[in-house]
């Protein structure tokens, strides 16, 4: 299957500095790629749609000036979580769609941020 | 919006045992796929199996299989001959056929005991 990887898979900063987490699609080109958050024993929360060339499309209630999303080429998206703050603190997963017909997502090894 | 459900938040398993993980959706679309991923304590999410709407045929794929029901609105995950490399969360997944969003339900998680 198609190969999605994140990084970094671990990263803690303090708070009110900005923090850069990249998804990168190794063996395939992703026109769209999806940001999810995942908080302690719970489910994927789709934050944001990245479009290679364009701006990213915000899930309502994600704050997109906190979140920057930058999708400048067809493998590689970028998620920048501005001025962190300790409630910022969680899981970030990045996808992308791989195959014509397949359909299905395939995942970053996830990226978890701590926010001191 | 399409919504998607696991009714069970953590099932148990013995080794070289059957079980089954539950899962519903809503959706006034005809055309859209579903899918089982598992999440191990790695964290990546990884397919397990995938069902085109339009199939009436059961997806299977080696030891996991689907039992789709489009009427009841139901895409249950079997797992057949247990093994301890399964223990896992499992998210339901729903997708459009005509748009790119994934729905996630609340997940299932599997423990095997030896």
């Known amino acids: 299957g198609a190969v999605v990887s994140q990084h970094p898979s671990r990263v803690i900063c303090k708070s009110g500095t900005s923090v850069k987490i990249e998804c990168r699609s190794l063996?395939?080109?992703?026109?769209?790629m999806f940001w999810y958050r995942q908080f302690p024993k719970q489910s994927l929360m789709l934050m944001a749609t990245s479009n290679e060339g364009s701006k990213a499309t915000y899930e309502q209630g994600v704050e997109k000036d906190k979140f920057l999303i930058n999708h400048a080429s067809l493998t590689l998206s970028t998620l920048t979580v501005t001025s962190a703050h300790p409630e910022d603190s969680s899981f970030y997963i990045c996808s992308a769609r791989g195959g014509a017909n397949t359909g299905e997502l395939f995942f970053g090894e996830g990226s978890r941020l701590t926010v001191l | 919006a399409q919504t998607v459900t696991q009714s069970q938040p953590e099932m148990s398993v013995q080794e070289a045992e059957t079980v089954t993980l539950s899962c519903t959706y809503d959706?006034?679309?005809?055309?859209?796929?579903l899918f089982w991923y598992k999440q191990p304590p790695s964290r990546q999410m990884i397919l397990v199996i995938r069902q085109e709407a339009y199939k009436q045929q059961n997806a299977t794929e080696n030891r996991f299989s689907v039992n789709f029901q489009k009427a009841a609105k139901s895409f249950s995950l079997k797992i057949s001959d247990s093994q301890l490399g399964d223990a896992a969360m499992y998210f339901c997944a729903y997708r459009s056929a005509n748009f790119n969003k994934f729905y996630f339900g609340s997940g299932t998680k599997l423990n095997v005991k030896p």
């Open positions: 063996d395939f080109q992703a026109t769209t």
């Open positions: 959706t006034s679309e005809s055309d859209y796929y």
